[in-house]
């Protein structure tokens, strides 16, 4: 079992649809979670950064954290076009294997004008 | 403007030949990181160093070297050793060893 899982997707939605995208995790050291966008050929672009438990919004997203569930969610509102992307989760903790991040696989999003 | 720099952005080898790729970050992060990326298998961790003059191998450095003479550089050498070198290469850094890293824009090696 891998310690995060992330469904691969694709995801397809149309333009203005609310679009969640979760990972779950089976490692409890995992105190920093992060969120992270890639379009094709180029690097990972951080969007959200939450450290233990709770919520974190930052304009049309949001970052969730259940760690009695070891589920991490990401929101999109009001989704566009150009959010037709890959995300990835990652995360870790001092004490998770020296606390090199540790990525989900990366769900393909498509959003459809 | 901070960030990473990787390049070349492109580069094609032929088999047999060592190959290095730059990384350079002026965000005066302490740690840094190499991943591979193949197609259907995220990110993997090739090698890190958390200090300079210090690094750490990964999860899959069988076939890479680095060196870390300098904090704002990090090289990566894919040596001939490597069997499947063929990949997009990711640089990242970090302030510290668990916090969120940023990543550069990537160098895709092609190898035939």
């Known amino acids: 079992q891998k310690e995060v899982e992330q469904d691969p997707g694709p995801l397809s939605v149309p333009e203005g649809a609310i679009v969640s995208l979760n990972c779950t995790y089976s490692n409890s050291a995992f105190q920093y979670f992060m969120w992270y966008r890639q379009y094709s050929r180029k690097g990972p672009e951080l969007l959200m950064y939450?450290?233990?438990?709770g919520n974190k919004e930052d304009g049309r997203f949001t970052a969730q954290v259940d760690k009695s569930s070891k589920y991490i969610s990401l929101f999109i509102r009001d989704s566009q076009p150009s959010d037709s992307a890959t995300y990835l989760c990652?995360?870790?903790?001092?004490?998770?294997?020296?606390?090199?991040?540790?990525f989900g696989q990366g769900t393909t999003l498509q959003v459809k004008p | 403007d901070g960030g990473i720099t990787q390049s070349p952005k492109y580069l094609f080898r032929k088999e047999g030949q060592n190959v290095t790729l730059s990384c350079e970050q002026n965000l005066n992060h302490d740690a840094m990181y190499w991943y591979r990326q193949d197609p259907g298998q995220g990110l993997r961790l090739i090698y890190y160093?958390?200090?300079?003059?210090?690094?750490q191998k990964g999860d899959i450095a069988e076939g890479y070297s680095v060196s870390r003479e300098k904090k704002e550089s990090f090289p990566l050498t894919v040596t001939s050793a490597q069997k499947n070198p063929t990949a997009f290469y990711l640089c990242?850094?970090?302030?510290?060893?668990?916090?969120?890293?940023?990543f550069g824009p990537g160098t895709r090696l092609t190898v035939t």
């Open positions: 939450t450290y233990s438990s």
């Open positions: 160093s958390q200090i300079v003059n210090d690094f």
């Open positions: 990242a850094s970090s302030e510290d060893r668990v916090g969120e890293q940023y």
């Open positions: 990652a995360m870790s903790g001092w004490s998770s294997n020296t606390g090199k991040l540790i």
